[in-house]
Nanobody, 124 residues
C-alpha cells in the first residue's frame, strides 16, 4: 500500500522556523523526485520546492534563501526546513512523489502520488 505521510505542520509566529517531513512507504518502484506544494485558501496549488533522486533541487522564488529541501534515504523521508516564516507562507502543504518505470518492451510508465497535506499557519 503506497503512502505518503506529512508531519510537522502547526502554528508558528512570523520569523520562526518549522520543519516538515514526508515519509514514503509501500513503493515498489523507485521515486524519481519528491516535491512540496502548498495551497492557500482561494489560491491555486503551487510548487514550493522539489528534489530529484540525483539531489538536484529547485525552489519557488518566494522561498529561495529561506526554505531548504533535503532527503534521508535511510528513512525514506524528505524534509522541508522553513526559516524566517512569513504570514504569506500560510497554507496546506502537500508532498508529491513521482515515479518512472521502464517496462518490458521499452514502454515507460509514469505515476505520481500525493499525501494528505499538513496545515502551516504563520501568525503576525
Amino acid at each position: 500500500q503506497v503512502q505518503l505521510v506529512e508531519s510537522g505542520g502547526g502554528l508558528v509566529q512570523a520569523g520562526g522556523t518549522l520543519t516538515l517531513s514526508c515519509a514514503a512507504s509501500g513503493f515498489t518502484f523507485t521515486i524519481s523526485a519528491t516535491g512540496w506544494y502548498r495551497q492557500a485558501p482561494g489560491q491555486q496549488r503551487e510548487l514550493v520546492a522539489r528534489i530529484s533522486s540525483a539531489d538536484s533541487t529547485n525552489y519557488a522564488d518566494s522561498v529561495k534563501g529561506r526554505f531548504t529541501i533535503s532527503r534521508d534515504n535511510a528513512k525514506n523521508t524528505v524534509y522541508l526546513q522553513m526559516n524566517s516564516l512569513k504570514p504569506e507562507d500560510t497554507g496546506v502543504y502537500y508532498c508529491k512523489a513521482e515515479t518512472t518505470t521502464t517496462l518490458l518492451g521499452g514502454r515507460t510508465y509514469e505515476n505520481e502520488y500525493w499525501g494528505q497535506g499538513t496545515q502551516v499557519t504563520v501568525s503576525t
